[in-house]
């Protein structure tokens, strides 16, 4: 077992939940050890402070599993973590959803895996090579906990870089089940959709703006919806589901357009949209709002989910620049008295500094506002630290 020497600044963090030791952050030398050795921290009284998951290949070394009590890491340790997780998300089913997150990560005592469940398929992704040794453990408890008919494993980019040079696997690999022979099909709040659970983002589909989606839902009826950076279009399908009268989508990624068209047929099988009602532009969201607003196009509901500003901390202040322009844009193409929605899922900017800059930016496009609410994380994808809470959004009327 591995022995890792850390700070007592560190110390303290861990006790309060923080839930990695990065590799600058070891200060003993020469640690023998390889992906996924369990790794023990002491503190400076030489008192167990901490367990976790060893990589020397991550700059996340030690991914912590257990604090305060030394337990022992097995099946039944990972069976009770299993079942809290589901408790959490008990009455999904029934509330027709059958595309979510079962575990999420650290929030859930799975630090470095993610597993979503599209109806009946389950989708493991691995941010740490370190889970390996433990799949055999994991696939037991799948079959064992949820009724799905197969597993698919997805890797993060480093892990995958790790995994090529072994020839093991690969992405998409079958963990078990039948193959996949195509997009897997699921409900979110009773609406049909499909993911590429092989080569889809994430694990196939964001899971994690089913509350806000929702939300759309809710207030859309009769109203003219813009949906800026609309990818496969989940937000627009929502949109008509409420009962919108017409949907304008934006998005630089043809194939991602394509992916659009299709959820709404999915959905909407028996009725033929005109181009008054739906209609797409392939262009940058930027540019996209600069025109619109050059053509005095104006809209009751403007929806603005960019992909993530600052994928690194030194990107914050370029990130919190581009959403307050972001915001100034989208507030001038929506009508007096109409919604804005504006998110991020940039885990480097804190959501008061998001939504500072979101209403400066409605601000500066010379308009009032009513700040209706603000947004987080749905129930299944919990966090337990600040690292883990990265998406936020916030409705406003405009004035």
Not at 141 to 149: E, G, S
């Amino acid at each position: 077992m591995v022995r890792i020497k850390i700070s007592k600044i560190l110390e303290q963090k861990i006790r309060r939940g923080y839930p990695w030791v990065f590799h600058y952050q070891v200060q003993n030398e020469n640690i023998k050890g390889k992906a996924g050795d369990l790794a023990v921290v002491y503190d400076s009284k030489n008192q167990f402070l901490a367990i976790g998951l060893y990589d020397p290949e991550s700059e996340i070394r030690l991914r912590i599993l257990q604090t305060s009590n030394p337990v022992d890491i097995d099946s039944d340790f990972f069976e009770e973590r299993f079942n809290k997780a589901l408790v959490l998300r008990d009455n999904l089913f029934s509330e027709g959803t059958t595309g979510y997150r079962v575990i999420n990560g650290e929030s859930d005592g799975f630090p470095g895996l993610v597993l979503d469940r599209y109806e009946n398929t389950a989708v493991m992704k691995l941010y740490t090579s370190a889970w390996l040794p433990y799949l055999d453990i994991l696939i037991e408890l799948i079959k064992k906990k949820i009724a799905v008919k197969r597993c698919v494993l997805r890797r993060s980019r480093k892990v995958a870089a790790l995994l090529e040079t072994s020839k093991i696997y690969s992405e998409g690999h079958l963990l078990f089940g039948d193959n996949v022979d195509g997009p897997i099909r699921f409900k979110e709040n009773g609406i049909d959709f499909e993911a590429d659970v092989i080569f889809g983002q994430k694990t196939g589909f964001y899971l994690d703006q089913r509350d806000n989606r929702q939300a759309v839902r809710l207030l859309s009826k009769r109203k003219s919806v813009l949906n800026v950076f609309s990818y496969t279009g989940a937000f627009s399908v929502y949109a008509f589901a409420g009962g919108a009268s017409s949907v304008l989508e934006v998005d630089s990624n043809s194939i991602a357009l394509e992916a659009s068209k299709k959820n709404l047929r999915l959905h909407f099988s028996s009725r033929d949209f005109s181009e008054a009602e739906f209609s797409q532009i392939k262009a940058d969201g930027f540019n996209a709002l600069s025109a619109l607003e050059s053509d005095n196009q104006k809209y009751d509901m403007v929806i603005l989910d960019p992909p993530a500003f600052a994928k690194r901390k030194k990107q914050k202040n370029v990130a919190l620049n581009a959403y307050m322009k972001l915001a100034k844009a989208g507030a001038k193409v929506t009508k007096k008295g109409g919604l804005l929605f504006a998110a991020s899922c940039s885990v480097h900017v804190s959501p008061a500094s998001f939504f500072k800059n979101v209403f400066l930016g409605i601000k500066s496009a010379g308009h009032r506002f009513e700040e209706i609410s603000r947004t987080s994380h749905a129930k299944d994808h919990p966090f337990i630290s600040s690292e883990g809470q990265y998406l936020k959004g916030v409705f406003c009327r405009i004035i």
